[in-house]
């Protein structure tokens, strides 16, 4: 059963630092691409980081470049999401996020969450 | 980055109703194309991949079209589980952005 388990969510002052971790389970983790996705409380999804099954491709939307970076450890089976210089708006619930190449994001992780407030 | 636009963001209807709902993309992703359907508290559900091509244990109720930028999410006889909100995403490049999605509220 494939399984995608977040944690280090919690409550950060704005202008400080969260790193995020994922661990997965179920499945070859180095045959897919990963993501996260965040969803702020009453909003929609929003995409915030993409990074390639060998970590040599990452990708960010404009909103979370220079703060966020995504990483991954093969060996493991983990994906990470640094966050720093956080604002009031990065508060959410993120997801971890499994992607199958030409079909999108499968499976989901059950979310952890972000409070940004000082 | 390419930009989603998804029409209307709040629709109601009723049971046994049809539905569609539209998305824009801000240039052309071919038909690198998926919907999500989210219910409250949970986790998103992927539905259709590649614009039409229907994920496994999908309803056939529901069905994808389109290609370029322009594409519908169709649902052809609304069931009460179907009440929830509705996302499109393209996976054109590396950026994966969703539109701000669709609620499909009962009438």
């Known amino acids: 059963e494939v399984q995608l388990e977040e944690s280090g969510g919690g409550l950060a002052q704005p202008g400080g630092s969260l790193r995020l971790s994922c661990v997965a389970s179920?499945?070859?983790?180095?045959?897919?691409?990963m993501n996260w996705v965040r969803q702020a409380p009453g909003r929609g999804l929003e995409w915030v980081a993409y990074i390639t099954t060998s970590a040599f491709h990452m990708k960010y939307p404009d909103s979370v470049t220079g703060r966020f970076t995504i990483s991954r450890d093969n060996a493991k089976n983990s994906l990470f999401l640094q966050m720093n210089n956080l604002r009031v708006d990065d508060t959410a619930v993120y997801y971890c996020?499994?992607?199958?190449?030409?079909?999108?994001?499968?499976?989901w992780g059950q979310g952890t969450v972000v409070t940004v407030s000082s | 980055d390419i930009q989603m636009t998804q029409s209307p963001s709040t629709l109601s209807a009723s049971v046994g109703g049809r539905v569609t709902i539209t998305c824009r993309a801000s240039q052309s992703i071919s038909t690198w194309l998926a919907w999500y359907q989210q219910k409250p508290g949970k986790a998103p559900k992927l539905l259709i991949f590649r614009a039409s091509s229907l994920e496994s244990g999908v309803p056939s109720r529901f069905s994808g079209s389109g290609s370029g930028t322009e594409f519908t999410l169709t649902i052809s006889s609304l069931q009460p589980d179907d009440f929830a909100t509705y996302y499109c995403?393209?996976?054109?490049?590396?950026?994966?952005?969703f539109g701000q999605g669709t609620k499909v509220e009962i009438k």
């Open positions: 995403q393209e996976y054109s490049g590396y950026s994966r952005t």
């Open positions: 996020v499994r992607e199958v190449v030409g079909v999108g994001f499968d499976y």
């Open positions: 179920g499945f070859t983790f180095t045959d897919h691409h």
